[in-house]
């Protein structure tokens, strides 16, 4: 019922810039959280950051300062702003909506993820 669409992953080298999008539609709460986490090869998925509708933001020790993550709630999507890119950046990065339904109770939903590469 809820589907989750990124974009904007690709190959850019260390300390450039990239900008991720995703939205997010079907039956979207007014309350909720989206956020960004990534999985590299071999290793678990990991929180990059995470904003709730009222716009409050956390992010991960290994991107703060350097990546920004905001939202558009009347278009039900979310950004990730990534500056100061480091190959130790390299991941597919998964769009997340975390909400609460009456019926399924608290539910994840996870996008197809986008491929991020950080080399010169």
């Known amino acids: 019922q809820v589907q989750l669409v990124e974009s904007g992953g690709g190959l850019v080298q260390p300390g450039g810039s990239l900008r991720l999008s995703c939205a997010a539609s079907?039956?979207?709460?007014?309350?909720?959280?989206m956020g960004w986490y990534r999985q590299a090869p071999g290793k678990q998925r990991e929180l990059v950051a995470t904003i709730t509708s009222g716009y409050s933001t956390n992010y991960a020790d290994s991107v703060k300062g350097r990546f920004t993550i905001s939202r558009d709630n009347a278009k039900n999507t979310v950004y990730l702003r990534m500056d100061s890119l480091k190959p130790e950046d390299t991941a597919v990065y998964y769009c997340?909506?975390?909400?609460?339904?009456?019926?399924?109770?608290?539910?994840?939903?996870w996008g197809q993820g986008t491929q991020v590469t950080v080399s010169s």
């Open positions: 079907g039956s979207i709460f007014s309350s909720n959280t």
């Open positions: 997340n909506l975390d909400q609460t339904s009456i019926y399924a109770g608290r539910r994840d939903y």
